[in-house]
């Protein structure tokens, strides 16, 4: 079943501990991203990546890192997690960039205090 | 960043009943897409719409690509239990690299 896999789907942590969101995709699409959705401000792209060592900043990437070593794997890095990154995130990708259709994660609940 | 409006918030409608939804942008997009995410689970790609004054269906499903490329619309007609969710709209970069999503359309059917 083609699908992306994010884990863990829930997280409790403290700030400043360090944390690690994976995503992986068994489509072999080329371009992943990672979003975050907050009450009244709908999702807001972090980072995305084009292929395999290509990375780029989305909207709102402060406070977050992400590596792409594989093809089917993009983390996101909190490497010191504040209370204003408690958020659902999602990781998504796509095969085609041009017809924009973006397959999700089921999202990672993350609560930091 | 860019900021996509979407009205209204939420929308409490009657079972049948149709309804209708739309997004502006203070910036030109290429490309419109329409999103439906169901509870507890991820967003979902309802309709694309990739030229200016396209006209697209999608079974109960139409929307519009704006003629300034500026804003786009959503109507669902004779609404059914099944299409309560939140409903996103997303501007495409023309690079296609960044996606720019409104904040959300609540829908409620009540039976």
């Known amino acids: 079943e083609a699908q992306v896999t994010q884990n863990p789907r829930y997280l409790i942590t403290v700030t400043g501990k360090k944390l690690t969101v994976t995503c992986s995709q068994n489509m072999n699409h080329e371009y992943m991203s990672w979003y975050r959705q907050d009450p009244g401000l709908g999702l807001r792209q972090i980072y995305y990546?084009?292929?395999?060592?290509?990375?780029d900043k989305g909207d709102v990437p402060e406070g977050y890192k992400v590596s792409r070593k594989e093809k089917r794997n993009f983390p996101l890095i909190l490497e010191s997690p504040s209370p204003n990154q408690t958020s659902l995130y999602f990781c998504?990708?796509?095969?085609?960039?041009?017809?924009?259709?973006?397959?999700f994660g089921e999202g990672s609940r993350l609560t930091v205090l | 960043g860019q900021q996509l409006n979407q009205s209204p918030q939420s929308m409490f409608i009657q079972e049948g009943e149709d309804v209708s939804m739309n997004c502006t942008s203070s910036?030109?997009?290429?490309?419109w897409l329409w999103y439906k995410q169901d509870p507890g689970e991820g967003p979902v790609l309802l309709i694309a719409l990739y030229k200016a004054g396209e006209l697209t269906s999608n079974g109960r499903l139409t929307a519009q690509f704006g003629i300034t490329r500026k804003d786009s619309f959503l109507n669902i007609s004779a609404s059914i239990p099944s299409d309560v969710g939140i409903y996103f709209c997303?501007?495409?970069?023309?690079?296609?690299?960044?996606?720019?999503f409104g904040t959300g359309t609540s829908l409620t059917v009540i039976p």
């Open positions: 998504a990708s796509s095969a085609d960039r041009v017809t924009g259709e973006l397959f």
């Open positions: 990546s084009m292929n395999v060592e290509v990375t």
């Open positions: 910036s030109i997009f290429n490309t």
């Open positions: 997303a501007g495409q970069s023309n690079t296609g690299n960044q996606f720019y």
